[in-house]
Each structure stands twice: as C-alpha cells, then as structure tokens.
C-alpha cells in the first residue's frame, strides 16, 4: 500500500526535552515537507527537502530541524528551543516541487502535546 | 514569502445551501492549489488550477482562477453533509513549496 506513514500518531514532550517525529513514504517522490497546524492558523512550512542530503527553511524554522539522508524518510526534531510545540505536524510529499504545481500527499498527522 | 489569505473563516450553512470560499494573493501566482480537510483527517488534494480565467468543475463543487491569476474561488452548490471540513488554498512560495491559507471551515447542518 502505497503512501505516507507518519509516527507516532500523539507524542507528549517534557519540558527541555528533545523529541523526533517520523515521516516515511514509498511513494519515490523526490520532495517532502513538515508543516505545522494550530487551531485557526491553517498549515505554516517548517522545512521542505527537494532531494536527498538537501533542505531548505520555511517561514516558522526556528527550534526546529531536520534531516534527509534517505529519499523515503524526513523525520523532524522539535528542539527544547521551541517554545510552543504543542500542534499538530503535518508531513508530505510531492513528485516534484509543490510551487511547480505538483500536488502534496499528506500523512495522517502526529499530535504534539507538552507536558 | 508568498502569502495567500482566505475568508471566510467559518461558514455554517443548513443542508441544500451554497457556499464559496475565496482565496486571494497581493503577488500573481503561476497556480494554485485547493485541498480538503475532513474533521480529524489530513489534507487531500482536490485541484489545481494555472491558466488565467480558469474555471473547473467537480460535480457540486466549481473552481475558479481569476483573470488576474492573483485570486481563486471554490463553490459548492447545494452542500450536503459529506462537505463538512476545512477548505484550503496554497499557493507557490519563494522556493518550491506551497504557502496555505489560513483555510475556510465549513459545517453544514441537515
């Protein structure tokens, strides 16, 4: 079955606490994307990867990072840096680039809660 | 970077009503893009639009690109009660993701 796997489906951080959210596809498409959801927000970039070893910096980055050594995993780690993590994230994928028109496929979401 | 703005930002409509949700952007966009998010779900694509005055439809549902290329519209004639979620645009960003709008939740009652 093809598709994006996200995981874990709730995660709960402490405080100063690291943690890494996964993002699997076997779909063999070359971009991915994290985004994140708040209530009444709709979806903010945090990092997207056009090619393996390669990423670039959405518009909310900051506490955040990510890696891309394999073409069919993104996983990203919320840092200690990020104030407010609690939200919904969001990973994706797309043949190409989504700003070329390609559509997003989305995973099923990993919920972030702090304790 | 590239920001689109929707409204509304709720709709609340009774079974068998219309409903549109417009997306605007300040900057001309080379396309754009509609998805849909069920309470509780991810995002699905719906469509994409890129020529200018496009207009495109699904069923109940119509999509409309402006001459411009700097808005776009979706109506749903006659909602029923399996259109309840959340509308987005998104369109291309400085790089080569896609900036979302804030969305358009819709409820419909029957």
């Known amino acids: 079955d093809g598709g994006i796997t996200q995981s874990p489906k709730y995660l709960f951080r402490k405080e100063g606490q690291n943690v890494t959210l996964s993002c699997e596809q076997n779909l063999n498409h070359d971009a991915m994307y994290w985004y994140r959801q708040d209530p009444g927000q709709g979806l903010r970039l945090i990092y997207y990867s056009q090619i393996v070893n390669d990423f670039q910096k959405g518009d909310i980055a900051e506490g955040y990072s990510v890696s891309r050594e394999k073409k069919e995993s993104f996983p990203l780690t919320v840092t200690s840096a990020q104030k407010n993590p609690t939200a919904f994230y969001l990973c994706?994928?797309?043949?190409?680039?989504?700003?070329?028109?390609?559509?997003?496929?989305f995973g099923s979401g990993t919920q972030l809660s702090v304790l | 970077g590239q920001q689109v703005m929707q409204i509304p930002q709720y709709q609340h409509v009774q079974e068998g009503e219309d409903f549109t949700t417009y997306c605007n952007s300040s900057t001309t966009l080379s396309n754009i893009q509609w998805y849909k998010q069920r309470p509780g779900g991810h995002p699905v694509f719906l469509i994409q639009?890129?020529?200018?005055?496009e207009v495109k439809k699904q069923k109940r549902l119509t999509f409309q690109f402006g001459e411009a290329k700097k808005n776009s519209s979706l109506h749903i004639t006659a909602t029923q009660t399996t259109d309840v979620g959340t509308y987005f645009c998104a369109g291309p960003n400085s790089g080569y993701a896609l900036n979302f709008g804030k969305g358009t939740s819709l409820l419909v009652t029957p």
């Open positions: 639009l890129v020529k200018s005055g």
């Open positions: 994706a994928s797309s043949i190409g680039p989504g700003s070329a028109g390609e559509k997003l496929f």
